[in-house]
């Protein structure tokens, strides 16, 4: 029997757009894997959910149980109220992060995942953490290229 897979998230930003980041921390059985990355220029919704997609990302067996917990709002309602398979099959038009979406639901969709929504800055341990690697990674001093975020001035123009 294989066990679950839980996994922790948080996202980051310092201002929005600004310097960002994600935590994640993926625990099964006594196996534990912590990943951060912080970005030059993004949102906190984008770490919030790339968060998601890295942890999901770094699962190898496909059609594994997987709970999410995550402080973000934006992530699980999206999923649990089904919204984002709504946005799917209107092409993501005039919706945010199309690029992470679409990267999400990929994943997503080898996997049996279900969201939980836990308060942020709670006292949950493992949240605080993914909050602190989140914040830490947007410190960096070596920070990657958010390359799919659009500043929203530019987002307007493209259709």
Same mark, same amino acid.
């Given at each position: 029997?294989?066990?679950?897979?839980?996994?922790?998230?948080?996202? #980051?930003?310092?201002?929005?757009?600004?310097?960002?980041?994600?935590?994640?921390?993926? *625990?099964?059985? %006594?196996?534990?894997? &912590? =990943?951060?990355?912080?970005?030059?220029?993004?949102?906190?919704?984008?770490?919030?959910?790339?968060?998601?997609?890295?942890?999901?990302? #770094?699962?190898?067996?496909?059609?594994?149980?997987?709970?999410?917990?995550?402080?973000? *709002?934006?992530? %699980?309602?999206?999923? &649990? =109220?089904?919204?984002?398979?709504?946005?799917?099959?209107?092409?993501?038009?005039?919706?945010?992060?199309?690029?992470?979406?679409?990267?999400?639901?990929?994943?997503?969709?080898?996997?049996?995942?279900?969201?939980?929504?836990? *308060?942020?800055?709670?006292?949950?341990? &493992?949240?605080?953490?993914?909050?602190?690697?989140?914040?830490?990674?947007?410190?960096?001093?070596?920070?990657?290229?958010?390359?799919?975020?659009?500043?929203?001035?530019?987002?307007?123009?493209?259709?």
């Amino acid at each position: 029997m294989r066990d679950d897979i839980i996994i922790y998230t948080d996202g #980051a930003s310092s201002g929005n757009p600004g310097p960002g980041g994600y935590g994640v921390v993926l *625990k099964s059985g %006594a196996h534990r894997l &912590e =990943k951060s990355e912080g970005f030059r220029l993004t949102t906190n919704n984008r770490m919030e959910l790339l968060a998601v997609i890295v942890g999901l990302e #770094a699962l190898k067996k496909p059609g594994s149980n997987v709970t999410v917990y995550t402080d973000s *709002k934006y992530v %699980a309602d999206a999923v &649990e =109220k089904g919204w984002v398979f709504q946005w799917e099959s209107k092409h993501f038009k005039k919706k945010k992060n199309p690029d992470l979406w679409i990267r999400f639901l990929d994943i997503y969709r080898k996997h049996k995942v279900k969201f939980v929504w836990i *308060k942020g800055h709670n006292n949950d341990p &493992e949240n605080e953490l993914c909050d602190m690697m989140a914040v830490e990674a947007s410190r960096s001093r070596v920070l990657l290229e958010d390359e799919g975020y659009i500043p929203e001035a530019e987002e307007n123009d493209l259709f």
